[in-house]
């Protein structure tokens, strides 16, 4: 008995340590983005700048960065994604005044620069979706992801105008992007991991048949057993 008590208590403790215990929680949607697709990282980011960047900046992100990293030159980063008086050299700041912001919403919106690294890709997908009509809040909307968000359904108007589909697609391309800005590295990590990887197969394919060739001369005896 007194055995069995402590095997529970054990199982419990790991089951605690790996968070495995379910807390009430809202089932999230995969987002399934994919940050290799250079057409959707382009088009979150144009999304982006349109819907969000009103209120939410991505300060650790440059204009002229998301240029070279997506293949856009200046002059579509100035037609598509600034705003007049903007430089592409400059950090992506937002033009609403923190002041005004504490009143409007009853806090700041946060940056988002590192977002997709705290709250993940799911999170940020459901939550872009997760909006429902609730009419006892300010903006006459809830969200099922972040219980009485702050945030209006900044995306209503791209809803209105198109099919379910086309709408998550846009959706996962924006979250695609706020995942591109948590890590931009990410790209050119992964590209660098494969290259890697394949220069370490061919230096083994060398270093085998080096060892081969220094081992052919040692005789077989007790140092050396008959392979
Ligand atoms: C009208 C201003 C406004 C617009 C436009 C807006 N947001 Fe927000 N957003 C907010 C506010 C305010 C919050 C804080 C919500 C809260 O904590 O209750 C927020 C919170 C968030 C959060 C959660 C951040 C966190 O760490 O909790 C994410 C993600 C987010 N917004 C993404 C977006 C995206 C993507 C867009 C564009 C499609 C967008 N927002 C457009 C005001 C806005």
């Known amino acids: 008995m ?7 208590l054990s199982i419990a403790a790991i089951a605690l340590s790996f968070n495995v215990v379910a807390s009430p929680s809202v089932q999230l949607e995969e987002a399934n983005t994919d940050i290799t697709d250079t057409a ?4 979150g980011a144009k999304l982006f700048m349109n819907y969000c960047s009103g209120c939410h900046a991505i300060s650790f992100m440059r204009y002229n ?9 200046d002059a579509d980063i100035e037609a598509n ?15 609403m005044p923190e002041k005004g912001a504490a009143a409007w919403f009853g806090g700041t919106p946060p ?14 997908y459901s939550y872009l979706k997760g ?16 219980e009485n968000a702050s945030m209006p359904d900044a995306l209503w108007s791209l809803r209105e105008g198109q099919s379910e589909e086309a709408f998550d697609s846009d959706v996962r ?3 695609n992007f706020l ?20 220069f370490l197969a061919i230096l083994f394919v060398l270093a085998y048949l080096l060892k081969k060739e220094y081992w052919k001369d040692v005789k077989y005896g007790i140092w050396r057993k008959r392979d």
Not at 40 to 43: A, C, F, M
Not at 65 to 73: E, N, P, Y
Not at 135 to 144: D, L, T
């Open 111 to 124: 940056d988002l620069s590192l977002v997709s690294r705290s709250k993940g890709t799911d999170w940020i």
């Open 2 to 8: 007194k055995t069995l008590s402590k095997l529970q």
């Open 81 to 95: 994604l600034m705003f007049a008086g903007d430089k592409v050299g400059e950090n992506i700041t937002t033009t």
């Open 173 to 175: 391309d924006i979250t």
């Open 131 to 146: 909006f429902y009509a609730d009419e006892s809040r300010v903006f006459g909307v809830n969200n099922h992801v972040l």
């Open 40 to 43: 959707s990282l382009q088009n």
């Open 179 to 198: 995942d591109y800005v948590g890590e931009p590295a990410k790209l050119i990590r992964t590209d660098l991991g494969k290259k890697v990887l394949f």
């Open 65 to 73: 960065r998301i240029g070279s990293d997506l293949g856009l030159s």
